[in-house]
């Protein structure tokens, strides 16, 4: 072979770029990976006779969704070695009743982390219960310091969708620094936190973020200057393969019950990417499920271990 035949050398042509190939962000390897890293701290913690973390976990009423969720923390907290405890109220509940119990569970030295299962029924105010939660307890880091003090980059519980991610861009070392982020949705629990983790000033963030919402105009634009897509307005198969530049990174934060027929359960779980003709663009997607669900618990778990450490610190 003549010494000038490089086979792997770019093409002269600029305008025929070679990427990548695609690769899966694979939420149910990272979260195991997680989990078998909190369990090891647990049973050092349990030799070194401290406690055992123990996360308290409220369900008010019977949505299925919501029952699914708690169950699969319960579980894992079991399989981490933590301790759980589970709380139900009726659907009926009043705020009255939940406040009692949010109050003392803040009381009980034994529970580490609090977390009120949303949505709540109407009856209830959400915005009052989350605030009432002990600060140091605030596992799913909804309560108004817990957001204050992660807007101002200080130490505190980072929502566990957002942290997910964020554990997810890590472990696959996933360049952010310098650039554009575009988050579809703005919602208390994922959009608006994971805009404001991408853009500071430290890894992974330093991003240029872009938030959009329901009355962004010209999305379909400014999803294609995006090098990074975070989708999380709960709209299947919204993000399309022309919204997406070549090489881009996708989460999928979209988790819709879909009516299935074919499935057991009569449903399918479906993400906010129409997957099978985004993935072959990207450098980097999430599946769902199997993407950002599983990282969700296991960002969790992580903000319980913290908080049985008295520690609250994430950096
Ligand atoms: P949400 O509170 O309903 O917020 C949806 C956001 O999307 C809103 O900001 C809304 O804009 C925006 N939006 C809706 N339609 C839009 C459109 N056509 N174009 C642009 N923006 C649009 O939802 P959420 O709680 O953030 O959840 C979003 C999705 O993530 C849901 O599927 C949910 O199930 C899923 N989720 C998954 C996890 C996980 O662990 N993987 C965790 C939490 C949530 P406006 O503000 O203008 O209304």
Request: hydrophobic share 40%.
């Amino acid at each position: 072979m003549s010494k000038h035949h490089t086979p792997t050398s770019q093409p002269h042509c600029p305008d025929m770029r070679i990427f990548a190939p695609m690769q899966i962000l694979d939420g149910k390897l990272v979260a195991q990976t997680v989990k078998e890293s909190l369990k090891t701290k647990t049973a050092q913690h349990l030799a070194a006779g401290k406690k055992q973390p123990h996360l308290a976990a409220v369900l008010v009423g019977h949505d299925g969704a919501s029952e699914t969720y708690v169950a699969s923390k319960v579980k894992n907290c079991e399989e981490t070695g933590f301790k759980s405890t589970l709380i139900r109220l009726d659907t009926t509940a009043t705020e009255a009743e939940l406040v009692a119990v949010v109050e003392k569970l803040n009381q009980d030295t034994g529970i580490d982390g609090i977390l009120v299962q949303l949505p709540l029924p109407k009856q209830i105010n959400e915005d009052r219960i989350i605030s009432l939660i002990d600060p140091q307890k605030d596992v799913d880091g909804f309560h108004p310091v817990s957001v204050g003090r992660m807007v101002q980059g200080l130490p505190s519980f980072i929502p566990a969708t957002p942290y997910g991610i964020l554990l997810l861009l890590e472990h696959y070392n996933i360049d952010t620094q310098g650039k554009h982020a575009v988050v579809i949705g703005r919602s208390n629990i994922v959009g608006r936190p994971i805009s404001i983790l991408l853009n500071r000033n430290s890894y992974p963030g330093n991003c240029t973020v872009t938030v959009c919402h329901s009355h962004t105009q010209n999305l379909a634009g400014i999803c294609r200057q995006a090098d990074i897509i975070v989708a999380a307005l709960g709209r299947p198969g919204f993000l399309k393969a022309d919204m997406v530049k070549e090489g881009a990174v996708v989460i999928d934060v979209g988790i819709t019950r879909v009516p299935d027929p074919s499935k057991k359960s009569g449903y399918a779980i479906k993400g906010d990417v129409d997957f099978e003709a985004v993935a072959p663009k990207c450098s980097y997607i999430t599946p769902v499920p199997g993407g950002v669900g599983l990282m969700t618990i296991a960002a969790l778990m992580k903000n319980t271990l913290y908080a049985c450490e008295q520690k609250n610190i994430i950096s």
